[in-house]
């Protein structure tokens, strides 16, 4: 075949300019680092890039919402211990209040340092976190969770916040819950369980009050009824058998007998009664509404009380007696925000070290796509070296060549 100057020229440059072209490409790949330094190199290596750097940063993005919810649980690990120390110190105190040694100076003294427990309590309720959130004031974290104001009746202590609850998103089909509402945590802490003696019986009540705490809890909460208030009526009834009988005014139904004797104490289903009087005489009374009451306030109506000199001792005893049971509840409550948090931060720790695996993996993934192989790469350098060496080296050579010079 025939080949004129012009295309033996033509055919040459272009050979020429392919090698260098291609020696090129390489040595960018080998200073790069990237075999893919532009979506022409590879269209659909360069979308799958896009796509696995787009979930690396995704990954990325959640490691930092856990690194601030691992910080955050901590915190709140931190908070619910001190709540935990004051209360226990506040128990202490409760306790040290009811000797019948205590003078009313020792009261005052008493509670005043109730009074520094209280503020304690204040302001780790209404502790915030790194970001200068409150945290226990749910969805309004701008504003503090609990707040004291005076009243007639003394301070109260009551939250500002609500019910709502804050989650972090730990990866695509995970979130945790960050915090909690202190309207959950601190403020549904339930008080005393109590009864009331009304005025309707026809015997004589000497005494009544509650003689084992943990068994009037399981008759009220059995029987208290919140939507038939006439169902929260009971009726102690004397019988010529000698005993009494505790019935339900309102459905009628027995909770047994005891034995009585007139003017002696007996106890039904945690209540310890004295009462006088005949076959036939009757002992109404009702359980009260179940009602709650916040730690602070809790401390606080204590410190109160230990702070006004001359009441009875039936009104001091029945504020010992209904803190010890609002620190004892309260207690619980946080026991069980404490053991909550604990196992929030292990689901998050969990979730960690599965985006640090997806992390690991994804990378590998697009480094297999866009990272030069330096070993194979350098082979190749050096043959397209070669390659554009010799054509360098065999053109001018061969662009000399003419039949005179075989004649």
Do not use: W
């Not at 289903?269 to 004295?274: I, L, P, Q, V």
């Not at 009702?286 to 009602?291: A, K, Q």
């Not at 000199?309 to 409550?333: M, R």
């Amino acid at each position: 075949m025939r080949i004129s100057t012009n295309q033996f020229y033509n055919q040459n440059l272009r050979s020429l300019m392919d090698n260098q072209s291609k020696l090129s490409d390489t040595q960018e790949a080998l200073s790069t680092g990237k075999k893919l330094n532009r979506p022409s190199d590879d269209p659909i290596g360069a979308a799958k890039v896009v796509r696995l750097t787009e979930e690396l940063d995704k990954l990325t993005q959640y490691q930092r919402n856990n690194d601030f919810l691992i910080g955050s649980l901590e915190q709140q690990e931190t908070v619910l211990d001190g709540i935990t120390n004051a209360v226990d110190r506040a128990r202490v105190l409760t306790i040290q209040s009811g000797s019948g040694a205590i003078t009313d100076n020792d009261r005052a003294a008493l509670g005043s340092e109730l009074k520094e427990i209280r503020d304690e309590l204040l302001d780790l309720m209404n502790s915030k976190d790194a970001n200068g959130q409150y945290i226990y004031s749910g969805h309004q974290s701008d504003t503090p969770a609990f707040s004291i104001a005076s009243t007639n009746n003394g301070n109260e202590i009551s939250y500002t916040g609500d019910a709502g609850k804050n989650f972090v998103n730990v990866s695509d089909n995970s979130k945790i819950q960050s915090t909690s509402s202190g309207l959950e945590v601190f403020e549904n802490v339930l008080a005393r369980l109590e009864f009331e003696v009304n005025p309707t019986g026809t015997a004589t009540v000497n005494d009544a009050r509650i003689y084992s705490q943990d068994a009037f809890n399981r008759f009220h909460s059995a029987n208290y009824d919140n939507l038939t208030p006439a169902n929260n009526n009971f009726e102690l009834t004397v019988q010529a058998s000698g005993e009494v009988e505790l019935t339900n005014s309102g459905t009628g139904a027995s909770y047994g007998t005891v034995p009585f004797t007139s003017g002696q104490p007996f106890t039904i289903e945690g209540m310890e009664f004295t009462v006088s009087g005949g076959v036939g005489d009757t002992v109404d009374f009702s359980l009260r509404t179940p009602e709650k009451k916040n730690l602070a306030q809790t401390v606080n109506d204590l410190y109160e009380v230990l702070s006004t000199p001359g009441l009875s001792q039936e009104t001091y005893q029945k504020a010992l007696d209904d803190t010890l049971i609002g620190l004892d509840n309260g207690l619980q409550k946080v026991a069980l925000e404490r053991s909550s948090v604990g196992g929030r931060m292990n689901a998050a720790e969990s979730s960690y070290s599965n985006n640090l695996d997806l992390e690991v993996v994804t990378k590998a993934a697009r480094s297999a796509i866009e990272d030069v192989d330096y070993a194979e790469a350098s082979v190749e350098f050096s043959k397209q070296e070669a390659a554009l060496n010799a054509t360098l080296a065999t053109f001018p050579k061969l662009s000399n060549l003419s039949l005179f010079d075989y004649i």
